[in-house]
């Protein structure tokens, strides 16, 4: 990479980071299509660029492969040190698994600071998990986490210890680039991994080229999900374990049924208090955990029970809250 690319006389120009959501122009925000229409370069993967083909007539084209993410970075550069407004375009969010950090990283190496006569801006959209989610319920209302599988640049321990810890966690997860022609092992050590900690019937969503030509769906369980069609083009929606199937949609329960009664026009259940945490929140929790500790539980066993690290049990247990005081100050939400 050269490190002293020259400005050209006319000034230097503009790389604008934009995220064109799923693909279908529909659901690219005005300011992604704007700045695709004030771009002299467009610059993207070469599936990326037929996404936009309706957008760029007349525009230089840079097409790169799948492989050549900093080379879309370097040409993005030159192009706006030689004056042009350009346009690196990323499916979905530009800052999600995009093209966002790769940039960076080259700017930073040639030298770029915010002050520097090109100018960046991050355009952003919708990333995978919320078109794929939108197509089939409401599956992300509660926590939860997005995870690679591709391990061309991420050590595969690395994948796994994650896996297995946001599997223990409870979170919501969608897994992107869970295969291609070859890396198919990868999803089927995922699966071995949540089901450590999962139950076999915990619902999967698995939503190929969401709002394109070719979408699927597919509602599976994680006992079973890969042995559906799944590529790189698929992204895999796990649930937690409230998540539910209904009437063809996957659904991730807020927890307001944990303190009001659905079927009772949502009064506030017994012992719960609207506005307030629960009270088996932080505050109740902790009295829990006192009384539990002073009725002879070991700290191994308590950490047991409520699976959490021995450690933190200790800390907690030796910097007590002062339960009614800090309940008054809370005040009404």
Not at 239 to 258: C, D, E, I, Q
Request: glycine share 8%; aromatic share 6%; charged share 25%.
């Amino acid at each position: 990479m050269n490190e002293e690319l020259e400005v050209s006389a006319a000034g230097a120009g503009k790389i604008m980071l934009v995220g064109i959501g799923p693909g279908s122009v529909d659901h690219m925000t005005q300011r992604a299509r704007a700045a695709i229409a004030e771009a002299d370069v467009v610059i993207g993967y070469v599936t990326y660029i037929k996404l936009v083909a309706d957008l760029i007539e007349g525009k230089e084209i840079i097409r790169k492969s799948m492989t050549e993410e900093l080379d879309r970075a370097v040409s993005a550069l030159e192009a706006a040190r030689a004056g042009k407004k350009v346009a690196l375009i990323s499916s979905g969010d530009a800052g999600v698994y995009g093209m966002a950090g790769p940039t960076y990283e080259v700017l930073f190496q040639a030298g770029w600071t915010p002050d520097d006569p090109v100018a960046v801006e991050i355009i952003p959209g919708a990333s995978a998990l919320n078109s794929c989610a939108a197509l089939v319920g409401a599956p992300l209302t509660h926590d939860f986490c997005a995870i690679s599988l591709s391990d061309l640049l991420t050590p595969w321990p690395t994948i796994a210890r994650r896996l297995d810890a946001v599997a223990m966690a409870d979170f919501v997860v969608a897994l992107y680039n869970p295969k291609s022609g070859r890396r198919t092992r990868q999803i089927l050590e995922a699966q071995r991994l949540f089901l450590r900690h999962r139950r076999p019937d915990t619902p999967v969503a698995i939503v190929k080229s969401a709002y394109r030509r070719r979408e699927n769906i597919v509602f599976t369980t994680l006992d079973s999900m890969a042995e559906a069609d799944i590529g790189m083009l698929s992204t895999v929606l796990i649930g937690n374990s409230n998540t539910f199937v209904r009437h063809g949609l996957m659904v991730t329960p807020r927890g307001y049924a944990n303190k009001y009664d659905m079927e009772e026009g949502g009064a506030t259940r017994d012992g719960e208090r609207a506005g307030r945490s629960l009270s088996t929140g932080l505050l109740g929790w902790l009295e829990t955990l006192q009384a539990e500790h002073a009725a002879g539980d070991s700290i191994d066993t308590l950490a047991a029970r409520h699976r959490l690290p021995a450690d933190y049990i200790r800390d907690t247990l030796a910097e007590p809250v002062e339960i009614e005081m800090a309940a008054a100050e809370e005040g009404e939400a």
